[in-house]
């Protein structure tokens, strides 16, 4: 399978042009951090803990202006940033971004080829200076798809980070909400088949505490953009009880500014998680930290 998969993947590296790869090293950079014990002006009253985000319409808003799909996932890029920025400074402890869907190596290999290329500037670029700064990196998903070299520097930098506790950001990438649950199942029933569990421990908390999320609290606020209203395979258990907010920005589009907007409008909102009395937090996962 491994062979198989480092064949595909390096004829997906050919397929992209000098012109692609050049401005790719181009736009990819880092994230200058500002210390977030300094207040920055524009702090949301109130802050989820743990935020979302489905990025949604790159392609779209490139062909809007007529530009190249591949224009818009690199301004993209920058907007992912710059959340990540934001979200540091604000105080965010985690945030999930919705990177590269199981669905998405359907798409044409051109431009699965161009955001293979992408993930490694910004995985090269980003490790150092997240682990300068306590940020905690994780990825999410089917990894064993991604192209070996993609494969060696996630557990890499998962490692390099791991007991960094600033802000956790998590990379959602050949990610499925369904593959996740279906393959947490398989491997509870397979250690029940073992004896190394009693079936009937499998409750809400174990299995929650089994995805590839284990460890990590629920997400408080999902975020996506474009314009659509639909959650795509996205932290389907882990959301269960998340606000959402659909804002019609593309991704691109999803400045500083619009996600103060957006958070503006979460401190707004009453969470009572079933109950009558109203709280902030969404529940905790079993075994994570705040």
């Known amino acids: 399978m491994t062979g198989t998969n480092d064949a ?17 090293e181009r736009r990819v950079s880092g994230i200058d951090f500002a210390d977030p014990s300094d207040r920055p002006a524009d702090q949301p009253v109130r802050v989820p803990a743990h935020i979302a985000f ?23 890029m920058e907007r992912l940033r710059e959340v990540a920025k934001a979200s540091y400074e604000w105080g965010v402890e985690t945030i999930t971004v919705f990177a590269f869907s199981t669905e998405n190596w359907s798409r044409p290999s051109y431009e699965i080829a161009m955001l293979m290329q992408l993930f490694r500037r910004y995985m090269a670029r980003m490790e150092e200076e997240m682990d300068d700064k306590g940020v905690r990196l994780r990825f999410l998903g089917q990894i064993d798809r991604l192209p070996a070299d993609i494969q060696r520097r ?7 980070t791991a007991k960094n506790d600033r802000m956790t950001v998590q990379i959602a990438v050949s990610y499925g909400a ?7 199942a398989r491997r509870l029933a397979a250690a029940a088949a073992r004896g190394e ?3 009937e421990a499998i409750d809400e908390t174990m299995f929650g ?32 009880y998340a606000e959402y907010a659909f804002v019609d920005e593309c991704w691109p589009e999803f400045t500083r500014a619009v ?32």
């Open 8 to 24: 595909r993947n390096g004829a997906l590296d050919g397929v992209l042009d000098g012109g692609t790869a050049e401005e790719i």
């Open 54 to 76: 489905i990025m949604d319409g790159n392609g779209r808003w490139a062909e809007r202006r007529g530009l190249k799909r591949t224009d818009g996932h690199l301004e993209g």
């Open 154 to 160: 996630a557990r890499k930098i998962e490692a390099r």
């Open 178 to 184: 369904r593959a996740e649950i279906a393959e947490t």
């Open 197 to 199: 569990i009693d079936p």
């Open 209 to 240: 505490a089994s995805l590839w999320t284990g460890g990590q609290r629920e997400p408080d606020l999902v975020v996506r953009t474009s314009g659509e209203r639909r959650i795509s395979n996205f932290l389907l258990w882990q959301a269960a």
């Open 259 to 290: 996600y103060a907007r957006v958070l503006d409008d979460y401190a707004r909102r009453e969470r009572r998680f079933g109950g009558v009395v109203a709280v902030q937090d969404a529940p905790r996962a079993a075994g994570g930290r705040r």
